[in-house]
């Protein structure tokens, strides 16, 4: 007989939970230090049938990292070059345009997701082109793009504002944005993993700007290096606080950090249970954010079919082509046909939805 979970230690909070009300900073904590995964999962749960029912969102996505040239050096990072360093890549929005006709060709992509280093030589003009060269390709095809570090650092060297910024891109193209750069925003976990990288303030301003200009954008978390409970509680509140101002964000995206081949280096490391504590405590507390995305190219394959009993709703997509996460160490693989995704969803219980990152449906399964 299956044992019934204990609620006692919780009750306010599973009280909290069966209303419909918001928990608190300290509420995020006390869950964090729960050893209950079944109890974090069964609360999750709740909340993620509430808001998704049994529905299991994925895009087929052309992952582009246009170039890996970066003035930056963040700790976790396995990917950048320095300028004129051994490796290092830049695409012409040319051979981009030849990627993305390729992809469409062979897996019928809906969305092109782009992001890339902060490369010196690369100015506005080099994305307005990219924008319009996929535009041109496919003017339906979802345009995801640059990271508000990229979006910042554009800014900065042009000598214009954000809004601008973004007001030109959207008009060549642009559709919303990935949620990278976000990592963790208490700022003295932040100065030690990513000092060089723009603040927790300003990357909430990128985004409160996209949003007042109709770009939807996801956020992420970086998670399992040295961040605390409290940091991941207080990284999850701001965002919440923001999507409480804004309703811009589509989705939430913890991303579990990979060591290998990173300055930082194995000092950490997520195993499973924190990813499943994650994704539960992220899922209760992001409670105006409609989606809950796990990235299977950090988890695995197997841990993301799991995730979908702990908050999650979204596998992302098929990350054709996908080399940031990779060249830290994933072994997941490079290429998922959109077949394989949705058989993982269903002998996981679900419903597959095929949709594009503005959640609008482009097919559904049955």
């Known amino acids: 007989m299956m044992q019934r979970l204990d609620f006692s230690p919780f009750e306010d909070i599973y009280d909290k939970v069966m209303a419909g009300e918001r928990l608190s900073f300290e509420d995020g904590v006390r869950l964090y230090r729960t050893q209950d995964i079944a109890l974090l999962g ?37 990917f950048a070059r320095r ?29 092109v997701h782009i992001v890339g280093g902060h490369n010196p030589d690369l100015g506005l003009d080099y994305y307005i082109r990219l924008f319009e060269t996929i535009r041109s390709i496919n003017p339906t095809i979802y345009i995801k793009a640059l990271t508000a570090p990229e979006i910042d650092d554009l800014a900065v060297r042009g000598g214009v504002s954000h809004e601008e910024i973004l007001k030109t891109l959207k008009q060549a193209g642009l559709d919303g944005m ?92 997520a195993g499973g249970f924190l990813d499943l504590k994650v994704y539960a405590v992220s899922r209760l507390l992001a409670d105006n954010i409609p989606h809950l995305k796990a990235h299977w190219i950090t988890t695995g394959l197997k841990m993301a ?58 097919d559904s399964f049955r």
Not at 49 to 77: A, D, E, I, P
Not at 98 to 105: E, L, R, S, T
Not at 342 to 355: A, D, H, K, T, Y
């Open 42 to 78: 069964t609360l999750a749960d709740i909340v993620r049938k509430r808001m998704n029912g049994s529905r299991v969102f994925y895009s087929v996505n052309l992952h582009m990292n246009h170039t890996n040239v970066c003035v930056l050096r963040c700790l976790f990072c396995a």
């Open 83 to 111: 300028p004129g360093e051994e490796g290092g890549y830049t695409f012409t929005t040319e051979e981009i345009g030849d990627k993305v006709k390729a992809a469409i060709a062979k897996w019928g992509i809906n969305e």
């Open 178 to 269: 990935p949620g990278g750069g976000a990592e963790i925003f208490h700022p003295v976990t932040r100065r030690k993993i990513c000092a060089d990288k723009i603040s927790a303030d300003v990357w909430l301003d990128v985004h409160r700007v996209a949003h007042r200009l109709g770009l939807r954008t996801n956020a992420t978390m970086l998670y399992g290096h040295i961040e605390t409970d409290e940091d991941r509680v207080d990284h999850v509140i701001r965002l919440r606080e923001l999507q409480d101002e804004t309703h811009g964000f589509y989705s939430f995206i913890p991303l579990a950090y990979n060591a290998e081949n990173t300055p930082m280096g194995k000092i950490g490391e």
């Open 305 to 362: 079919q799991v995730s979908l009993s702990f908050g999650i709703d979204d596998l992302g997509g098929t990350n054709l082509n996908e080399k940031i996460v990779h060249e830290a160490g994933s072994e997941t693989p490079i290429d998922l046909s959109r077949e394989e995704l949705e058989r993982l969803i269903r002998n996981s219980g679900f419903e597959p939805c095929m949709v594009d990152s503005s959640y609008q449906f482009v």
